[in-house]
């Protein structure tokens, strides 16, 4: 449960909650970029000895898992997020999806079928980037979707979410909030560096130009899907570097709050070093290493 | 094809060839801890940036990928690797399966089953922490297969791996190889210190006490297994430090040789450039970031 703690700042500072923060404020944490990245080491490592004790819990036959979901217009830095904060971990505890225009073949199932087949491990955080949010965001942005439509599919989607908490699942949704003013000077980075022009994409100037309607729709599905166990954050994204902070924060934040175990030993471990002390005795002895 | 070449001195040294090096031997590149950590270092430079273009032709519509399967006795240090090798690359080009003893369900199965569920997409580096190969280690070891299942299943295996480079999957076949003095020390730290005994597996004991029937059907593996398409490396991995550098030099060589390449646009740069230009003079004119 996601609820107002004194152990949590970043989650109750970001948690949506009618209007949006500026895309290039800082409402809660470092407000300068020297600050932050320093702040990020020192997060990076709490959130890898959180994520280390999150698996081991896992493999011990917990079934808890993370789940962050991250939305944004193009260039608000999904896939930054993804390297900056993510690659802060283990790999192995790390499950990332992306999620393009459904192919032929994913349209011929339910939306949801494609998702639940990227969905972490018990011990593990997945990424999803882009999500099941897609398929609401994208059909009423071109209307597509009646209203009756739409009701049926936010109760869709919430139902699900709660299924995956009932699974064990915590799922955390992050909206990153870029300003149009910053998308451009991104999409002009794009085009100007060599190595970045495979990132660039012609149709992000369509969905560009339906801005405003974008807004709309993300405003809509705040409203309808924030639950108590799947929260929207609204992360101020035209800094990179708060962007980074802020996602790892609200990820620290989550899994302390789970409080993953360590699994108990369900052996002996005095027996078992004992046996280790025979066998080191042993290769001396024989001048070998094993027991054979 | 991996073949022999100047710009592979790491993937030459290691590539398995009659007797294994020595588990606590450095037979190319540094043979002391602080220049292979500062190697290390770079060499997570050159993988990012080999990784970044593989990832980038992959979106281009390329279906070139890379697996690393990793393969050694418990304690070998196969979940380090990934930690730290697999670490030093974005997280969205990575996908890590670590297989374990088959279940029920999957045993009903054929044993490439689960196998095949877990290979890289076009664009990404898979890693097996263990892979197919456990399904003739262990039941070779019990003792369970007869010659003639065991060669059908070598041929198994060699179509398998085939298949995968007809398919565009560069394999990278990596066994660790610790000694036995070795891995009784790190049973001993995982049993001793708490945060790591959820690593500790009374089983891996039994494993040790058939150590020389596992040396020789792992021996009959790299005989049997080593394709021009997928050869084996043996990495000596008594010391971490050289682990971690060698398996980063065998993944940049075999990279390197694949030559990814950033995708061409498929638009025309300066047309884009010149429409952002026009949406930012509106921009301007208007007060606001978009044109809608």
Known sequence: MAKKDDGSPVRDALRVGGALPDPGSAP??????????????????????????????????????VLLVLQGMDTSGKGGTVSHVLGLVNPMGVRYAGFKKPTAAERRHHYLWRIRKQ??????IGVFDRSHYEDILVPRVSGLL??????????ELNAFEAELAEAGTTVVKVFLHISPEEQLKRLEARLVTPEKRWKYNPGDLDA???????????????????????????VPA??????????????????????PAFPEPDF???????????????????GVGVSS
């Open 28 to 65: 809660v944490g470092p407000g300068k970029k020297a600050k932050a990245l320093e702040r990020l080491d020192s997060a990076g490592e709490r959130l890898s000895a959180l994520q280390e004790a999150l698996y081991a819990e896992g493999v011990g036959g917990g079934r808890r898992s």
């Open 119 to 124: 969905l972490p491990a018990p011990g593990q």
């Open 146 to 155: 009646t209203k009756a439509e739409r009701r049926r599919r936010y109760a």
């Open 208 to 234: 560009r130009s339906h801005w405003p309607a974008y807004q709309d729709a993300y405003a809509d599905i705040f409203e309808k899907t924030s639950t108590p166990h799947a929260p929207w954050y609204a």
């Open 238 to 259: 035209d800094h990179k570097w708060y962007r980074n902070w802020a996602v790892a924060e609200l990820l620290i934040e989550t899994i302390a709050d789970l409080r």
């Open 268 to 286: 002996d471990a005095d027996a078992e070093l004992a046996k280790l002390a025979k066998l080191a005795k042993l290769a001396k002895l024989k």
